[in-house]
Structure formats: C-alpha cells, structure tokens
C-alpha cells in the first residue's frame, strides 16, 4: 500500500501559490523596509517575513534599508534612472530571503548599477536573471535557508554580478553561471561554503564567464564548460 504524505503535498502547495506583488513607492518617512508608507499594499510590512511578496523597486527612490530579516518571493530591480537601486543592510539582523521567484534586473537602455549589499539566504531553486547593461552588485553572503535541502540558484542573461564573499556564507547548493554574462567573485567562499560531498560552481553556454580576482578563496569546486 502506498503512503500519502499530506503534510509534504501541501508544504508544496503552498510553495507553488502565485506570489503577490508589492511596489516600493518610498513614500514614507525614511527608507526602511518595514515602513508601510514605502510600499503600495497596506500588509506589505506584516507580510515581510512570509516569503510570498514579489518586491519590485522600480522609478521610486534609489535606496532602501534592510533593517531586519525578511524573506521575499523574489526581488525586481527596474529603475530606468542613471542611480539605479540599493539595498543596504540596517543592522546586524538584516537578511534578504528569496524564494523560486529568485532576482531579476531588467536590461537597461544605459549602464546602471543595482546593490545588494545584505546577505541573500536562499529558500528556494531560483534564477537570477541581469539584464543587458545592468549589474548587480555587492552580494557579500549567499546562506542557507532554514529548509533541510539544498537549493540551486542559476546566474542567467547577459548583465553582470558581483559575489563579495564576507566568509559567513553557509550555502550548500549548487550556483550554476550559465547563458552569458560575467559573475566576478571576490573575498571568502562568495558562493557558499557547501558541504562535504555537496554543492559546486558550475559555467556552462555560450558567453558565460566566472572571473575570482583579488584574494578570492573557494571551497566549493568549479566545473566549466562555457564555448565562448
């Protein structure tokens, strides 16, 4: 007889919801993430930590605080102005959770410049996709999410991101660099510090290319296939 693990169904349910969306309009008084007069929904705040809001930072502001942990479906930088968007950490507690909805910088008709400089915890398989004269920059610490397994997060489009390793990334997935574009790492264990037996660095397709300049140490091994 077959088993039916209903907790384990709906666990996936609920990670398959459709996610909603919530536009910084920077209209409050500072620029915390944790002001509801920043956002264009009014449970935008109490919903920070619940890992379904698909965050957009679009024309409004060119900045936010991450004053605490907060856990998206997934983030959208797409600011059309030369300043682009950042995301900087309001304290000690600060971390940005994202989910499948992964990272997306839109392409830009100029070069622009998106900061993430807040450790990413990674809570679901995701893309991050770098538009065309977009980089990302800053990631100081890729972490594992409070899941027991290990998801993989895949770098694709042609823009460019920027891994600055701060030595307390605990990621054990696999980061995949795959369809163009040029991911630079820097610093300690940029992509993770994995796990024995788990976890590697993979770049593969046309134009896809990993440059580690400075001190830039890895425990995770890197396989590379890219036809360039």
Known sequence: MKR??????????????????????????????????????????????????????????????????????????????????????????????????????????????YRVDVPVVVNGDQTWEVGANASVTNVRALRQGPAPVAFAVAKTGPGSLYLD?????????????????????????PFGRGAPGGGVVSVSGPSADLLCLGTSTHTKPVTISATN
């Open 4 to 113: 039916l693990h209903v907790g384990w169904l709906a666990l996936c349910a609920s990670a398959a919801a459709a996610a909603t969306p919530a536009v910084w309009t920077g209209g409050g008084g500072g620029d915390s993430v944790g002001e509801a007069g920043n956002w264009d929904r009014a449970d935008a705040v109490e919903r920070l930590a619940d890992g379904s809001l698909l965050a957009t930072f679009a024309s409004a502001g060119t900045g936010a605080s991450v004053d605490r942990a907060v856990a998206f479906f997934g983030v959208v930088f797409d600011t059309p102005h030369a300043d682009g968007f950042a995301l900087s950490a309001g304290g000690a507690s600060a971390a940005l959770g994202l989910g499948g909805g992964g990272l997306s910088a839109a392409a830009r008709a100029a070069a622009g410049t």
């Open 165 to 189: 390793g701060d030595g307390t990334g605990d990621f054990r997935g696999d980061f995949r660099i795959a369809g163009g574009g040029t991911v630079y790492a820097f610093g300690e264990d």
